[in-house]
């Protein structure tokens, strides 16, 4: 067992190389100097051994599902990641190889990402393994994307709402990663759909292509439709989602055609990082092209309410709405 100071020094320490404010962890706090126009838009998210992950995961996928879905929180609010902070909570039992994979996969991102750690603390406990990190952002003053649509909405009329990527395919992957049956696919499909889970990837740049664009955003975290209703609920707005307008990827759409109640999966799932925004219908040809997905519309109606429909029209019935824990 290393001493906290040698894990430190270690560990963490080569992640703090190349920012000059993290003092080399070796001061009391860090310094981080905001330029002129921007402001800080500051993240954190946790992990939990048996809530989030499982200790069967490898060290390397729970670094990267940790600082990414940081990351995306940075996203949705149409951030440039700056820097991060990294609570560990580690029982005695995790040891040095576990650390290594776990910091050399965390580095790997930061080049990814253009992101350093910058501090932290690391505390030892009886419990499971607890992970929290703080992320920090730019964006130039007053750009940041926020989940309350920014404009009124005139009476009888309707925004647009979209997403990027494809839906569901973590919410797949996570079942794969249990060991449970998924019907219909073959082992590229399954290895495809278990790295969107364990590997999520953040959309900063299509955030950032936001900014100027999207009237409200937010990234899926808890599941499509309990995030819209999100946006619904802060704008007193009601949401209607075309269920056949969802992009599903090719493995999601085997998936589905070989058990249809998958549905519920996909919509519901959560974790997939993807954004969902919403947009002036003017802006439909533009945001096709650049590869936004049109998936429903935001209306006056049933305030808070997220509904979607089946290709009858009808209102699809759901037994939970948003990401549950295992
Ligand atoms: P203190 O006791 O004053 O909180 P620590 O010994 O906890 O100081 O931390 C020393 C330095 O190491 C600080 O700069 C802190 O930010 C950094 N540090 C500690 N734990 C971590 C960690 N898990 N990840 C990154 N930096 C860390
Ligand atoms: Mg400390």
């Given at each position: ?24 962890l ?18 954190a ?20 599902r ?11 609010m ?22 290594e ?26 419990g499971?393994i ?45 079942q ?110 533009m ?10 519309r935001v ?19 759901f ?8």
């Amino acid at each position: 067992m290393l001493d906290e100071f040698t894990r430190i020094a270690r560990f963490f320490k080569p992640l703090a190389s190349g920012y000059g404010g993290a003092l080399g962890l070796g001061d009391d706090a860090a310094l981080v100097s905001v330029p002129e126009g921007h402001e800080l838009v500051v993240t954190a998210d946790a992990m939990v051994e048996g809530v989030h992950f499982l200790m069967n995961q490898s060290p390397e996928s729970i670094a990267r599902r940790l600082l990414r879905s940081n990351l995306s929180d940075l996203a949705a609010m149409g951030a440039v990641p700056h820097a991060y902070m990294l609570v560990t909570s580690l029982p005695q039992h995790v040891a040095g190889v576990w650390l290594e994979a776990f910091t050399r996969a965390l580095h790997e991102d930061q080049h990814l990402f253009s992101c350093h750690l910058i501090g932290g603390d690391s505390v030892s406990t009886k419990g499971p393994i607890t992970l929290s990190i703080t992320a920090l952002g730019l964006v130039p003053v007053g750009a940041a994307l926020r989940r309350t649509i920014k404009k009124p909405l005139a009476h009888a009329a309707s925004f647009d709402l979209y997403v990027t990527g494809t839906i569901g395919d973590s919410a797949l992957g996570l079942q794969l990663v249990l060991d449970k049956k998924v019907g219909g696919l073959d082992s590229a499909d399954e290895e495809y759909l278990k790295q969107r889970h364990l590997a999520p990837t953040p959309r900063l740049k299509e955030g950032i292509f936001l900014r100027e664009h999207a009237l409200a955003a937010i990234d899926i975290s808890d599941g499509l439709v309990a995030d819209c209703e999100h946006i619904a609920e802060q704008s007193g707005l009601e949401i209607i989602i075309n269920a056949a307008d969802i992009p599903l990827s090719p493995a999601a759409q085997k998936a589905l055609a070989a058990d249809p109640a998958l549905l519920e999966t996909v919509l519901t799932g959560g974790e997939d990082y993807e954004l969902a925004f919403v947009a002036e219908p003017g802006d439909a040809a533009m945001l096709k092209q650049n590869g936004f997905t049109k998936i429903g519309r935001v209306q006056h109606g049933v305030a808070g309410a997220c509904t979607v429909l089946d290709k009858k029209n009808q209102p699809v019935r759901f037994t939970r709405k948003g990401w549950q824990h295992f």
